[in-house]
């Protein structure tokens, strides 16, 4: 069966569809969070540093990486690392770029339909009349979060339902007429939302609509500058980690994006175009909407104690109630949209790396990998929905949304600069480049990327309590050993922090056998796709050598 | 505002935008290879 190669229509659609990718919940909700969390001024420096210095480098490399996956007729991580080198094991460190797309597509895609209903709940004027505190708990009735570790809503099933249906059927439609249409639509909407938002946040004043503080106040505390806060490694690993996840790197899925690139095209631009687009959207738009508002209404001190992923949903649409009945409906839609259009743009780049892997290596037809890309984003998905309170969904996010990001960076990096070798890759980098890339970077790539990573990874297998790396050195040397914060990646496998960690208690299940649980689901999942490479590629092999004879 | 915050938002989303706007011009002067043909 042959499989028609597609291509992207236009450039400024590849470079949308690319900035939609990075461009992700995250932007609005982490990003303002890391901000509050690693001291307001104190964040930012650290955090462009690690954009130059990281971000833009591991753009660069993993289009690179793309770009020559597809002129061997590969558009998923396995084929793409698999023809950089002639190690037969780098395919299996591909399988990352499968497992994360498929099992961060599962529980982002129910974030992503929370944000469906919440678009539906403030145009049916649902938040009309209720207190702060009914609206928080409107929150958890919505996901059913009030049942015990075991937690079912209807509604949060039925819009879960909807949402994967609309990212199927984009992704049916193939590349050209799904998924780069859907971010030309998309991020202009999502920009203008933003800045619909941005100008009413910050125009907040004192007394106005019932705020108690100017806007300014959240902007100052984010924007002022401590430089003295630069000697603290925690906002270091912070700063480098969001760069990291905001721009989508370590997924795999610009490996895919870059693959339908041609030969002759340029890649340093448009990776160039795509992280900035992202930087935009989050420096200046996410920084503009949560922060000044929460900061307006409820001060700074309850920022401090209160800022996190639920904040978007327990607390925007009250203080949007604020706003009078139209334009607290607007401001709805706009949040809740400008949230869905983010949310959506990425999940369809988590969707296209499985469909392409299922077309390419296992030669499955589109519809059909469709299929089977929803019915396994429906199987893991229903422990994140249904074990939500037990702990299920924050496994996800922590084992394949956050560490599996970093070892797959890491380990791709290292591939490209060090086994393929950098001459070579910067040939890749620079063929066909619509801008003159700075030789300085072919350095940065070879050195200072991989060891911020390193540093990145080590941080979050060695994470000590609170954060305090003067204090775990100094109790090290003490001899008192390293104090293991409970959410480092070695703490978590030895469940520290947790003080029963039986399964079972009284015949009842445990969160901890759930979280457990929950981890053999995701090795299950990683090893059922190295298998599927191992005979994807065994056929291959013996299909070439075939040709040969013939 | 203050005055530090202010110079720090300034210089921040002034490079920010200005590094946008620089490549989305280029980006649009110069299509993909498939578009020229």
């Not at chain 1, 639509?185 to 946040?201: E, K, Q, S, T, Y």
Request: glycine content about 10%; aromatic content about 14%.
């Amino acid at each position: 069966m042959s499989i028609q190669v597609e291509r992207w229509g236009t450039r400024v659609g590849l470079v949308l569809a690319v900035a939609g990718n990075a461009v992700g919940l995250g932007n609005f909700l982490r990003f303002p969070a890391q901000a509050v969390q690693n001291g307001g001024g104190a964040f930012i420096i650290p955090y462009l540093v690690s954009f130059i210095l990281m971000g833009i480098p591991m753009l660069w490399v993993e289009w690179a990486i793309g770009r020559r996956a597809g002129r061997y007729g590969h558009h998923s991580s396995p084929g793409a690392l698999d023809v950089l080198s002639s190690g037969r094991m780098w395919k299996y460190i591909g399988v990352f770029g499968i497992f994360t797309n498929l099992t961060v597509a599962a529980y982002y895609s129910y974030i992503e339909s929370w944000t469906l209903a919440y678009v539906w709940y403030s145009m049916t004027g649902t938040f009309s009349g209720m207190s702060a505190t009914q609206v928080s708990d409107f929150f958890s009735w919505y996901l059913g979060s009030d049942q015990g570790l075991l937690s079912f809503s209807a509604p949060a099933v039925l819009f879960f339902a909807v949402t994967l249906g609309i990212n199927l059927w984009i992704l049916s439609r193939g590349l050209r007429r799904g998924v780069e249409l859907a971010s030309k639509i998309g991020m202009p909407i999502l920009i203008v939302f933003g800045i619909f938002l941005a100008v009413r946040a910050l125009t907040l004043e004192a007394g106005e609509h019932g705020a108690m503080f100017d806007a300014v106040v959240g902007l100052n505390f984010l924007w002022t500058p401590q430089f003295d806060s630069l000697a603290n490694p925690k906002i270091w690993l912070a700063a480098a980690g969001q760069i990291f996840f905001t721009l989508a790197v370590g997924l795999g899925s610009i490996h895919c994006y870059a693959s339908y690139v041609r030969e002759r095209d340029d890649i340093a631009l448009n990776a160039s175009a795509a992280g900035w687009t992202n930087e935009f959207v989050e420096i200046i738009l996410g920084s503009s909407i949560i922060i000044p508002i929460a900061v307006a209404y409820l001060g700074l001190d309850w920022l401090q104690d209160n800022v996190g992923f639920e904040m978007g949903f327990r607390t925007m649409p009250t203080l949007f109630e604020q706003w009078g009945a139209v334009f607290s409906t607007l401001a709805g839609v706009a949040w809740f949209g400008l949230l869905f259009f983010a949310g959506i743009t990425s999940s369809l780049a988590m969707g296209q790396p499985v469909l392409a892997f299922l077309q390419d290596e296992l030669r499955v037809s589109r519809n059909h990998s469709v299929i089977v890309f929803g019915v396994a984003v429906v199987m893991l998905a229903l422990p994140c929905v249904l074990l939500y309170n037990g702990g299920a969904f924050a496994e996800f996010d922590y084992w394949a949304g956050t560490f599996s990001l970093v070892v797959f960076a890491l380990a791709e990096v290292i591939l490209f600069a060090w086994v393929f070798g950098m001459d070579k890759g910067w040939e890749e980098i620079t063929r066909g480049a619509d801008m003159r890339v700075p030789k300085l970077f072919r350095y940065v790539i070879q050195y200072v990327t991989p060891m911020i990573l390193l540093f990145v990874f080590l941080g979050a297998l060695f994470s000590p309590m609170d954060g305090d790396w003067s204090a775990a050195v100094a109790s090290l040397f003490a001899g008192e050993g390293w104090p293991l914060a409970a959410d480092s990646v070695i703490g978590s496998v030895l469940h520290i922090g947790i003080e029963d960690t039986r399964w079972f208690i009284d015949g009842e299940v445990t969160r901890t056998f759930i979280i457990d649980m929950t981890r053999l689901l995701l090795l299950g999942t990683f090893f059922s796709i190295a298998v599927a490479v191992y005979f994807a590629f065994g056929r291959r092999d013996r299909r070439i050598i075939q040709e040969k004879e013939s | 505002m203050t005055r530090s915050a202010l110079i720090t938002l300034l210089i921040t989303w002034g490079i920010v935008v200005f590094m946008v706007v620089r490549l989305f011009v280029r980006v649009l002067r110069k299509p993909l290879e498939k578009e020229k043909e």
